[in-house]
């Protein structure tokens, strides 16, 4: 059996959801494989609260095991902690180059963030270029807004107005699941 690992933070782990075993969008994608027979187990890397930084430095206890399929979530919260979007870009560049100097075949996928373009700033503008960068150059698997049709839609959200609740993740999982499925052939 092969191995996807969700690698992220609190949008990976599923915060606030009843059972992230079953609501969170890596578990969403799990059923997904599941009904269609394929032949994958799914990982669900996410920590609440991580930063770009924070992914790179826990990385490596998840490399100790197999992987086929690498799917990264990070980033947002470097931006509310206002982290340069270029050392956000160097932090993802190394988590990518990590993975691929121990697994070369792996498959890679990246979940893109967006910010509302009334927000200004060169900041904001330097952190929306930084997933297509990073998709363009290691050829991989893009979702340029992982939150696409969630986002900013307040019955979508939980409380707190940033984290999806159940119906988002299964937005989220339709969003995700036409990138990540021509990964799983072969």
Do not use: C
Request: aromatic share 10%.
């Amino acid at each position: 059996m092969k191995t996807i690992l969700f690698f992220g933070d609190s949008l990976t782990v599923g915060y606030g959801l009843g059972s992230v075993n079953t609501e969170s969008f890596p578990a969403l994608i799990d059923q997904r494989i599941m009904t269609e027979g394929l032949s994958y187990r799914v990982i669900n890397a996410g920590v609440s609260g991580d930063t770009s930084s924070g992914g790179l430095n826990r990385l490596d206890y998840w490399l100790s095991r197999p992987i086929d399929v690498f799917v990264l979530e990070l980033g947002i919260n470097d931006l509310t902690r206002r982290i340069p979007p270029s050392i956000t870009y160097q932090n993802l560049e190394a988590i990518v180059k990590k993975v691929l100097a121990k697994y070369p075949n792996v498959k890679l996928a990246l979940m893109g963030m967006e910010l509302p373009r009334f927000i200004p700033g060169a900041m904001i503008t330097e952190f929306r270029a930084i997933y297509k960068r990073l998709a363009d150059t290691y050829q991989m698997a893009f979702v340029p807004f992982f939150l696409q049709g969630v986002a900013g839609i307040g019955n979508l959200n939980l409380r707190d107005g940033i984290h999806p609740n159940a119906t988002d993740y299964r937005t989220i999982a339709n969003n995700v699941w036409p990138v990540l499925r021509p990964l799983l052939d072969g």
